[in-house]
């Protein structure tokens, strides 16, 4: 009939296997609609739309179709729910303007003083305007050259 997609997803979430089961809140939602060729764009649309209103708001709904040319004039839904009766966590809200260290970070903030001087100078240099020393490798630093003369794995095995 006209309403066969309404009728079909509400009979899937009314379903006597679910007696004991309340699907309001679930937390995913996998949803297969079965139909002819006969079935219609809004009707897929109808059936995805009843059932996501037992889904609580942050669900993931997956809705799919399968089309058996031997149907007609009927569509089969079937639906998966999962995360019933999960505590519905706090949701966790950030404060606002708060800034957080990125570790390995240069540390060096520019300011009005040394805008002018372009980003690469900047960088080679400390904060006191020292050239910065290089990393010579495996996060040395250039005053520590005389360990590579050690190979790595003897010097990783001494760690």
Excluded: W
């Amino acid at each position: 009939g006209d309403n066969r997609a309404r009728e079909a997803a509400e009979a899937a979430v009314s379903s006597p296997l679910l007696e004991d089961v309340n699907l309001q809140g679930a937390h995913g939602l996998l949803i297969n609609v079965t139909a002819g060729m006969d079935l219609r764009t809004a009707e897929f649309s109808v059936v995805g739309d009843t059932v996501k209103q037992y889904a609580s708001d942050d669900a993931n709904v997956v809705v799919g179709c399968v089309i058996d040319p031997e149907m007609r004039e009927e569509i089969r839904v079937t639906v998966v729910a999962t995360g019933i009766g999960r505590p519905v966590a706090a949701t966790q809200h950030s404060p606002q303007g708060r800034m957080t260290a990125i570790p390995g970070g240069r540390g060096r903030v520019p300011t009005l003083d040394n805008l002018q001087v372009p980003t690469y100078i900047r960088n080679q240099r400390d904060p006191q305007g020292a050239p910065a020393r290089r990393a010579v490798g495996d996060g040395l630093m250039a005053d520590d050259a005389s360990l590579l003369d050690i190979p790595a794995f003897l010097r990783r095995q001494a760690d």
